[in-house]
């Protein structure tokens, strides 16, 4: 599944039942691979769950090495957060490639699994031209909302196990830089829908 925005993400994790009687909740895992920013995190954090509330979930976003062995969850979905998660300088000289999908999502058997890579360098070459230079943690925060909207529309496909992409919206084909960062994206209807369909009941 490629996005012409450089919108490809993945899936792949079982779903464990929960005795929580709080509605669909929807634990996010990130493996980060490199330091990132808390300020990041916390944008990403807003971005998921402002995006997927309306489709009836409650996202619960933690570190992967902050999760106890044997943890139950009714709903799971792991990112490795790969390179740079922090909108640092690239080293003087560094080559780098936007071109190239900002994330990539895993399959088995025709099934959309509940993993996904997330390229982190991507992301933020793509809105780096849109932010300039100025306000640091701003665009710290920035970079929060940008990745944010790259795994909600990922985890449609994962949740609602669905190749297709809509007309509109999060979950449309391709988005712009400006896009990523406008904050006024939502879920459609009918991937809302989808994502309700493909949930694991509450146990």
Excluded: W
Excluded at 19 to 46: C, N, W
């Amino acid at each position: 599944m490629r996005f012409v925005a450089a919108l490809l993400l993945a899936a792949a994790f079982p779903a464990f039942p929960d005795t929580s009687d709080s509605g669909q909740s929807v634990t996010v895992l990130l493996d980060f691979e490199k330091p990132y920013a808390p300020a990041s995190m916390d944008a990403m954090r807003h971005e998921l769950q402002t995006l997927l509330e309306p489709a009836g979930l409650k996202v619960d976003l933690r570190l992967k090495d902050d999760v106890a062995p044997g943890a139950i969850f009714n709903q799971l979905v792991v990112f490795k957060m790969k390179g740079a998660c922090s909108m640092v300088a690239l080293p003087v000289g560094a080559l780098s490639d936007e071109r190239g999908p900002l994330a990539m999502t895993h399959s088995s058997d025709g099934t959309l699994l509940h993993f996904g890579e997330v390229e982190c360098d991507r992301v933020r070459q793509s809105i780096q031209r849109v932010l300039g230079r100025g306000y640091p943690e701003r665009r710290q925060a920035a970079l929060g909302t940008a990745l944010g909207v790259v795994m909600a529309h990922e985890m449609y496909h994962m949740i609602a196990n669905a190749k297709n992409h809509t007309g509109e919206g999060v979950t449309k084909r391709s988005l712009s830089a400006q896009e990523l960062l406008a904050g006024d994206l939502s879920v459609p209807e009918l991937a809302r829908k989808a994502v309700q369909h493909g949930l694991v009941p509450a146990q």
